[in-house]
């Protein structure tokens, strides 16, 4: 059975044109500014531009994502593995009567494995340091709607079975973005904030695919970037200021593809991998084996 994202995806691709797809994005920075604001996060405190701090993280972007791609699975005797539970006699019997090792319920399994991969990589402090981040509400649902599209994107190889998959990530996705904005203090129009959220993630979804293709050009990955996770204003092209780090995100962002691409089935199933480290590397560290 088709999965529900995926069918969104092909409606909004095949109704659609590159205006509406423009249009989808303008109404998302609209739907932010004029409502989410109210519900977003006290934004971190960040240095003043053009301080020295902030010219040393300039460096420090510049080396970021720039290591040739590899598998992010993770090795088999790493502690971050989580492995699936192999009872075994008369639990394990009981266990497979109550359908606890069926397709279905190994998948939902992994799949929250999955999730909590996306969660912890668009979660963490660093992504928005390096790239000088206010830590809001707006800026954190893009940063997950990114990571969900990419992992997304990788299920869609493995044919059918990886958009069943996806299916599972997607309603564990939406249960913790539902979660997300009532922590925010949205009670009231909570179904309304949902499906307001829906479109935009369908709407990123689509831009985001897009801006790989050949006639997007070489800043069209950048652009659909800045318009999603870093412009409030709805600006198309990302400004001077934000231009440097607008980059390296994207450069960030297709070398996560290329390496999720890298990345074998079973380990994709499972969650057993891992996005690629935000922080730079100790100086004297040595590099991690091949």
Same mark, same amino acid.
């Given at each position: 059975?088709? *999965?529900?994202?995926?069918?969104?995806v092909?409606?909004?691709?095949?109704?659609?044109?590159?205006?509406r797809?423009?249009? #989808?994005?303008?109404?998302?920075?609209?739907?932010?500014?004029?409502?989410?604001?109210?519900?977003?996060?006290?934004?971190?405190?960040?240095?003043?531009?053009? *301080?020295?701090?902030?010219n040393?993280?300039?460096?420090?972007?510049?080396?970021?994502? *720039?290591?040739?791609?590899?598998?992010?699975?993770l090795?088999?005797?790493?502690?971050?593995?989580?492995e699936?539970?192999?009872?075994?006699g008369?639990?394990?019997?009981?266990?497979?009567?109550?359908?606890?090792?069926?397709?279905?319920?190994m998948?939902?399994r992994?799949?929250?494995?999955?999730?909590k991969?996306? #969660?912890?990589?668009?979660?963490? *402090?660093?992504?928005?340091?390096?790239?000088n981040?206010?830590?809001?509400?707006? @800026? @954190?649902?893009? =940063?997950?709607?990114?990571?969900?599209?990419?992992? =997304?994107?990788? =299920?869609?190889?493995?044919?059918?079975?990886?958009?069943?998959?996806?299916?599972?990530?997607?309603?564990?996705y939406?249960h913790?973005?539902?979660?997300?904005?009532?922590?925010?203090?949205?009670?009231?129009?909570?179904?309304?904030?949902?499906?307001?959220?829906e479109?935009?993630?369908?709407?990123?979804?689509v831009?985001?695919?897009?801006?790989?293709l050949?006639?997007?050009?070489k800043d069209?990955?950048?652009?659909?970037?800045?318009?999603?996770?870093?412009?409030?204003?709805?600006?198309?092209?990302?400004?001077?200021?934000?231009?440097?780090?607008?980059?390296?995100?994207?450069?960030y962002?297709?070398?996560?593809?290329?390496?999720?691409?890298? @990345?074998d089935?079973?380990?994709?199933?499972?969650?057993?991998?891992?996005f690629?480290?935000?922080?730079?590397?100790?100086?004297?560290?040595?590099?991690?084996k091949?």
């Amino acid at each position: 059975m088709l *999965s529900r994202w995926s069918r969104a995806v092909a409606q909004i691709t095949r109704v659609g044109s590159q205006s509406r797809i423009v249009g #989808i994005m303008n109404g998302q920075n609209a739907l932010f500014s004029q409502n989410y604001a109210k519900a977003a996060e006290v934004p971190i405190d960040f240095n003043q531009k053009g *301080s020295d701090a902030s010219n040393i993280d300039m460096v420090k972007l510049d080396n970021l994502f *720039s290591s040739k791609p590899r598998s992010l699975a993770l090795a088999k005797d790493s502690p971050l593995r989580i492995e699936e539970p192999d009872y075994q006699g008369i639990r394990r019997f009981f266990l497979k009567l109550m359908l606890f090792y069926s397709k279905q319920s190994m998948s939902i399994r992994g799949a929250n494995v999955v999730y909590k991969r996306i #969660i912890s990589q668009a979660d963490k *402090s660093a992504i928005y340091d390096i790239f000088n981040l206010e830590k809001t509400f707006k @800026t @954190t649902f893009s =940063l997950l709607v990114l990571h969900m599209w990419m992992c =997304l994107r990788r =299920l869609k190889e493995e044919g059918k079975e990886g958009v069943e998959f996806g299916q599972y990530v997607y309603e564990i996705y939406n249960h913790d973005l539902e979660m997300r904005v009532s922590k925010a203090g949205v009670n009231l129009l909570l179904t309304k904030w949902m499906k307001d959220l829906e479109k935009i993630f369908y709407g990123n979804l689509v831009a985001y695919d897009a801006a790989l293709l050949p006639e997007a050009g070489k800043d069209g990955l950048s652009n659909a970037i800045w318009r999603n996770v870093f412009s409030e204003d709805g600006e198309s092209e990302p400004s001077d200021a934000a231009r440097f780090p607008v980059h390296v995100m994207a450069r960030y962002v297709r070398h996560e593809l290329s390496c999720l691409s890298m @990345t074998d089935k079973e380990a994709m199933f499972s969650g057993n991998f891992m996005f690629t480290p935000l922080e730079n590397p100790p100086p004297n560290s040595t590099k991690p084996k091949p």
